[in-house]
T-cell receptor, first 112, second 114 residues
Framework: KNQVEQSPQSLIILEGKNCTLQCNYTVSPFSNLRWYKQDTGRGPVSLTI?????NTKSNGRYTATLDADTKQSSLHITASQLSDSASYIC???????????FGTGTSLTVIP | ETGVTQTPRHLVMGMTNKKSLKCEQH?????MYWYKQSAKKPLELMFV???????ENNSVPSRFSPECPNSSHLFLHLHTLQPEDSALYLCASSQVGPDHQPQHFGDGTRLSIL
């Protein structure tokens, strides 16, 4: 069964600290993995995309990694800011048709 | 306007009412989607339209009826909804192709069923 699991479910960190969010998936055949940020009351916005051949990709303070062998991805946030408070959603796309599989998200709260 | 616009942003309706959600994309994409987002659950895909043709209907109850009159507009017609239908309804669009284009989401309609 194609699934995407994220951990932790929620996380609270102090401003300026780093954190890492995890995404494990069983989707096959794999096309790509994308991390989205969803602010409260807004729709998800794409942060990064990882294809099969990519191990690491950065977007400012966000760095995503992908291990296609173990089917794991992580999103590392460096020097967190209050504006990083949001839900982070891992989405895996299958090569079969136009199928997307969503994780339940990690709710991140950055406190001063 | 740019991106994906959804109206209304909030909707409260009784179980016997009929209402419609509207989505408009200004990105020139060829696919549009309706998702349901409930607390602590993954986004649930409801409907997909590719080039105005419905390609997926994920066992959605008939009280939800989609309409895609053209490639830029998508509607979700609602009638005789149930309390468990209260959720955030997100519309998305994308350019379907081999180059890994992302889905662009609207900010959703927060639906509450009384």
């Amino acid at each position: 069964k194609n699934q995407v699991e994220q951990s932790p479910q929620s996380l609270i960190i102090l401003e300026g600290k780093n954190c890492t969010l995890q995404c494990n998936y069983t989707v096959s055949p794999f096309s790509n993995l994308r991390w989205y940020k969803q602010d409260t009351g807004r729709g998800p916005v794409s942060l990064t995309i990882m294809t099969f051949s990519e191990n690491t990709k950065s977007n400012g303070r966000y760095t995503a990694t992908l291990d296609a062998d173990t089917k794991q991805s992580s999103l590392h946030i460096t020097a967190s800011q209050l504006s990083d408070s949001a839900s982070y959603i891992c989405v895996v796309r299958s090569n079969t048709g136009n199928q997307f599989y969503f994780g339940t998200g990690t709710s991140l709260t950055v406190i001063p | 306007e740019t991106g994906v616009t959804q109206t209304p942003r909030h909707l409260v309706m009784g179980m016997t009412n009929k209402k419609s959600l509207k989505c408009e994309q200004h990105l020139g994409h060829n696919a549009m989607y309706w998702y349901k987002q409930s607390a602590k659950k993954p986004l649930e895909l409801m409907f997909v339209y590719n080039f105005k043709e419905q390609t997926e209907n994920n066992s959605v109850p008939s009280r939800f009826s989609p309409e895609c009159p053209n490639s830029s507009h998508l509607f979700l017609h609602l009638h005789t909804l149930q309390p468990e239908d209260s959720a955030l309804y997100l519309c998305a669009s994308s350019q379907v192709g081999p180059d890994h284009q992302p889905q662009h989401f609207g900010d959703g309609t927060r639906l509450s069923i009384l």
